[in-house]
């Protein structure tokens, strides 16, 4: 291949005409027959003070080159996050010699080997060197907790689908630590557990939480299939579960079983680390779900509800991003790139159905739910003026452009809104859906008929935009593909459901239960909808709402507030010199440090505090009451 293109490039120059020759990567493609032999993957995850793992695997081989891969798109990530960088030591011995290794030049992710005559395996270790502080990457090893992702551990052979190359993993703990994971244990020897053969796809798919402080308890006692709720802890104290709120997540798991109709699992396991120490995290598997929350979410269950849908929502992908996906995620081995086309499905309807189904278990309240939809209709109403030149489909690409990074305008710029935005589009077709049919069929009938099929399977079964719109036009006859594209695609903040649903979005100068538990959690003073900025409990400015009145007044993201009004800073002296200029006349005056400069900017801004609200719109039925109800 390469000296076809040096030959190609040759000939062009000769004849006067620029070329350039195309660079590629050398690794196989990949052919769909199963892998001949089982890999061995032995992982010590024991070194908890230099947070190093060591990885022994030993390999299938024959004689000549073979190319060994390093995870790179990670599902749910849908971008190539796998941490390369982390990964170090290689040493590969094959025939009882070392041999050297090469990078491939243009896929850092491959690593090309010579394998002698004679081998028939290449034995392989290196080292992960997780992060030691939050700024190098997640934190995944504490004094008290190990998390376990087999992509960061693994190297796989290239040419090969991932799910027809099967491995045998083990892992080694720390003494006395227990774990969760989806994995069935095959054996175990002092602190060494060995898993049952599984193939590589599902591997990866089955991280694991282990821990000092560790709690297992049923969430499905007379289910019809095991589902645990696998919880580890930086102390003993956050295990203590009142029966209220575990009933709480029994529910969790009846409600989805009424949504869905079927399961696509044989098992399943929630893990959930309550943990200041570890990363957090909320990453969906087909089989589990890799969880965290603060200490307290159990011990003080009424302080926390705020984000305590996360649960619902991962649970949700085991259907919705885990059985079914977009056909273009459904990528063969994990250095194939992904396509994030349907991602306002994927992660928007499960981002619908999170909220919903957290509050028809009782996770939240339907008030708590409803302050919660305000909060994100908000921002579809007001807060996202990047809407001018994005779409929320173009947002999609935002896990590869991006890759969660910190922005500098983030309201303009906008960042993965597929997740709220398709919140807001799942509401609309759910009160569409219920207009078009007198209220007989909604978003439950579609949740139904397109993810609770086959009850029992958990083989990835894709799915393309016509067939979303099919289905919905089965549920209620429709221009669906017109109707959703013109809303992922289109330039307009989607509210309609909340106003078709019987609600009002309205704002005032009170604060919402979720403004003051994000303020509070986050040491921030909110004025997107007023001033248009946020501003840290310190003075420093996070976000600035283009083209708002304080960003054309000349504020922007990075400065520092020193006074407001001639007053030195705090969140209650803004707020209240944003209250006083509604009855008077003159600017609101932030002194500000911009590097080493000071300078006044004036805010002619004088409308008062404005906070997100819903209203009952008692002309019309309240569907979303209906909507938010426990079955």
């Given at each position: 291949?390469?000296?076809?293109?040096?030959?190609?490039?040759?000939?062009?120059?000769?004849?006067?005409?620029?070329?350039?020759?195309?660079?590629?990567?050398?690794?196989?493609?990949?052919?769909?027959?199963?892998?001949?032999?089982?890999?061995?993957?032995?992982?010590?995850?024991?070194?908890?003070?230099?947070?190093?793992?060591?990885?022994?695997?030993?390999?299938?081989?024959?004689?000549?080159?073979?190319?060994?891969?390093?995870?790179?798109?990670?599902?749910?990530?849908?971008?190539?996050?796998?941490?390369?960088?982390?990964?170090?030591?290689?040493?590969?011995?094959?025939?009882?010699?070392?041999?050297?290794?090469?990078?491939?030049?243009?896929?850092?992710?491959?690593?090309?080997?010579?394998?002698?005559?004679?081998?028939?395996?290449?034995?392989?270790?290196?080292?992960?060197?997780?992060?030691?502080?939050?700024?190098?990457?997640?934190?995944?090893?504490?004094?008290?907790?190990?998390?376990?992702?087999?992509?960061?551990?693994?190297?796989?052979?290239?040419?090969?689908?991932?799910?027809?190359?099967?491995?045998?993993?083990?892992?080694?703990?720390?003494?006395?630590?227990?774990?969760?994971?989806a994995l069935e244990q095959s054996s175990k020897d002092g602190d060494t557990v060995t898993f049952k053969a599984i193939d590589f796809d599902n591997l990866v798919d089955s991280p694991i939480f282990a821990g000092r402080y560790f709690k297992r308890v049923d969430l499905d006692p007379n289910g019809r299939s095991p589902v645990h709720l696998n919880i580890v802890a930086d102390n003993a104290k956050?295990?203590?579960?009142?029966?209220?709120?575990?009933?709480?997540?029994?529910?969790?798991?009846q409600?989805?079983?009424?949504?869905?109709?079927?399961?696509?699992?044989?098992?399943?396991?929630?893990?959930?680390?309550?943990?200041?120490?570890?990363?957090?995290?909320?990453?969906?598997?087909?089989?589990?779900?890799e969880n965290s929350a603060a200490p307290g979410y159990f011990t003080e269950w009424d302080k926390n509800w705020l984000g305590r849908d996360l649960l619902a929502h991962e649970y949700n992908h085991s259907w919705d991003g885990k059985y079914r996906r977009g056909a273009d995620l459904a990528t063969p081995s994990f250095n194939v790139p992904m396509g994030d086309s349907l991602l306002w499905v994927y992660e928007g309807q499960t981002q619908f159905w999170g909220n919903v189904v957290a509050a028809r278990a009782g996770l939240v309240s339907q008030d708590q739910a409803r302050e919660l939809l305000a909060f994100v209709a908000a921002t579809y109403d007001q807060g996202r003026p990047g809407l001018s030149w994005r779409t929320i489909g173009d947002t999609t690409n935002d896990p590869t452009i991006a890759q969660r990074r910190p922005l500098s305008y983030r309201n303009y710029q906008m960042s993965e809104d597929y997740y709220s935005g398709g919140q807001m589009i799942w509401l609309d077709v759910d009160t569409k859906l219920r207009e078009l049919t007198k209220n007989k069929r909604s978003l439950d009938d579609f949740a139904k008929a397109f993810f609770g099929m086959k009850d029992g399977d958990w083989k990835v079964n894709p799915y393309t935009f016509d067939d979303v719109a099919s289905t919905l036009n089965g549920i209620a006859p429709y221009d669906w593909a017109t109707y959703l594209k013109d809303r992922v695609y289109g330039h307009k903040g989607d509210i309609e459901g909340i106003?078709?649903?019987?609600?009002?979005?309205?704002?005032?100068?009170?604060?919402?239960?979720?403004?003051?538990?994000?303020?509070?959690?986050?040491?921030?003073?909110?004025?997107?909808?007023?001033?248009?900025?946020?501003?840290?409990?310190?003075?420093?400015?996070?976000?600035?709402?283009?083209?708002?009145?304080?960003?054309?007044?000349?504020?922007?993201?990075?400065?520092?507030?020193?006074?407001?009004?001639?007053?030195?800073?705090?969140?209650?002296?803004?707020?209240?010199?944003?209250?006083?200029?509604?009855?008077?006349?003159?600017?609101?005056?932030l002194l500000v440090k911009n590097f080493d400069q000071y300078k006044t900017i004036k805010v002619d801004y004088h409308e008062g505090l404005k906070y997100p609200h819903l209203e009952r719109d008692k002309s019309k039925p309240d569907w979303l009451g209906e909507l938010y109800k426990t079955r």
């Open positions: 291949m390469k000296s076809t293109l040096l030959a190609s490039a040759l000939l062009a120059a000769l004849a006067g005409v620029g070329a350039t020759a195309v660079r590629a990567d050398d690794v196989p493609p990949i052919q769909d027959a199963p892998f001949n032999g089982t890999l061995k993957l032995n992982v010590d995850a024991t070194d908890l003070d230099r947070r190093i793992i060591r990885v022994k695997e030993s390999i299938p081989a024959q004689a000549g080159p073979l190319t060994l891969l390093f995870p790179e798109w990670i599902p749910g990530h849908h971008s190539p996050t796998g941490p390369i960088d982390q990964f170090a030591g290689l040493i590969v011995h094959a025939g009882g010699k070392r041999i050297e290794w090469k990078r491939d030049e243009y896929n850092v992710y491959a690593f090309h080997i010579d394998v002698p005559a004679g081998a028939t395996q290449v034995d392989v270790e290196f080292q992960t060197l997780t992060p030691q502080d939050p700024r190098q990457g997640r934190i995944v090893m504490t004094n008290d907790i190990v998390n376990v992702q087999w992509n960061q551990v693994a190297l796989y052979p290239a040419g090969y689908r991932a799910d027809k190359v099967q491995v045998e993993p083990s892992v080694k703990l720390p003494a006395g630590f227990q774990f969760g994971t956050s295990l203590e579960i009142k029966p209220e709120a575990l009933e709480i997540h029994r529910k969790l798991v409600q989805m079983d009424k949504l869905y109709g079927a399961r696509h699992y044989n098992h399943y396991d929630f893990l959930l680390a309550l943990t200041t120490q570890l990363g957090g995290i909320g990453l969906e598997h087909h089989r589990s779900s106003e078709r649903g019987g609600w009002k979005l309205v704002y005032n100068d009170k604060p919402s239960d979720v403004v003051k538990m994000f303020e509070s959690k986050r040491g921030y003073t909110d004025l997107t909808y007023s001033a248009g900025f946020a501003v840290s409990a310190k003075g420093d400015i996070s976000d600035v709402r283009w083209d708002g009145p304080a960003f054309n007044a000349g504020l922007s993201p990075g400065m520092h507030i020193v006074a407001v009004n001639n007053k030195e800073f705090s969140g209650d002296v803004l707020k209240d010199a944003v209250t006083d200029a509604k009855t008077g006349k003159a600017p609101i005056e």
